[in-house]
């Protein structure tokens, strides 16, 4: 066998033994993340802010890209994912979020989810239920550092008796 061949054949086994090692690696990672977004709307849903908080990387954030001057745009940082959310326990008799499509992308990092937001409002005022669409992505210790979540801000305005003050 000539020597270059010999060599082809080496790096040809051990390219394909990394890119297992890699593609192994990458579902590993995909799937962690999937779980934490899972665990993010089950700790929602409990309204264990404290730990809902914890998935958040240090300087994670949030984003709300159509907020349509009604709602915040968004929090960064702890501190301000932490004054966002905990008022919201306070507004609601209950959420909850079934998971309609959960799907890792090509970089393991992002996850990509499919929801309903389906909240019961206090006083017997009624639900407000809205879909939903968001990224997440995530650093390499596993934790979050953005949240995008798309709804649809005419529904979100209507159900809480906003919709003569989009702008």
Same mark, same amino acid.
């Given at each position: 066998?000539?020597?270059?061949?010999?060599?082809?054949?080496?790096?040809?086994?051990?390219?394909?033994?990394?890119?297992?090692?890699?593609?192994?690696?990458?579902?590993?990672?995909?799937?962690?993340?999937?779980?934490?977004?899972?665990?993010?709307?089950?700790?929602?849903?409990?309204?264990?802010?404290?730990?809902?908080? %914890?998935?958040?990387?240090?300087?994670?954030?949030?984003?709300?890209?159509?907020?349509?001057?009604?709602?915040?745009?968004?929090?960064?940082?702890?501190?301000?994912?932490?004054?966002?959310?905990?008022?919201?326990?306070?507004?609601? %008799? =209950?959420?909850?979020?079934?998971?309609?499509?959960?799907?890792?992308?090509? %970089?393991?990092?992002?996850?990509?989810?499919?929801?309903? =937001?389906?909240?019961?409002?206090?006083?017997?005022? =009624?639900?407000?239920?809205?879909?939903?669409?968001?990224?997440?992505?995530?650093?390499?210790?596993?934790?979050?550092?953005?949240?995008?979540?798309?709804?649809?801000?005419?529904?979100?305005?209507?159900?809480? =008796?906003?919709? %003569?003050?989009?702008?």
């Amino acid at each position: 066998m000539k020597p270059l061949f010999k060599l082809s054949i080496i790096l040809y086994i051990l390219v394909g033994c990394q890119t297992k090692t890699d593609t192994r690696m990458n579902i590993e990672i995909a799937n962690r993340n999937k779980e934490t977004v899972k665990t993010f709307f089950s700790l929602l849903e409990q309204e264990n802010i404290p730990a809902f908080i %914890d998935l958040f990387a240090e300087n994670g954030k949030q984003v709300n890209p159509y907020a349509s001057g009604l709602f915040p745009e968004g929090a960064k940082g702890k501190e301000a994912l932490t004054s966002y959310w905990t008022p919201v326990t306070t507004l609601f %008799d =209950g959420m909850k979020f079934p998971i309609e499509q959960l799907l890792a992308t090509e %970089d393991p990092s992002i996850v990509f989810v499919k929801y309903t =937001g389906k909240i019961t409002l206090k006083d017997n005022a =009624g639900f407000y239920e809205n879909n939903y669409y968001s990224t997440f992505t995530f650093n390499e210790e596993g934790k979050i550092i953005e949240y995008v979540e798309i709804f649809n801000p005419i529904i979100a305005a209507r159900g809480f =008796g906003l919709l %003569d003050k989009i702008q």
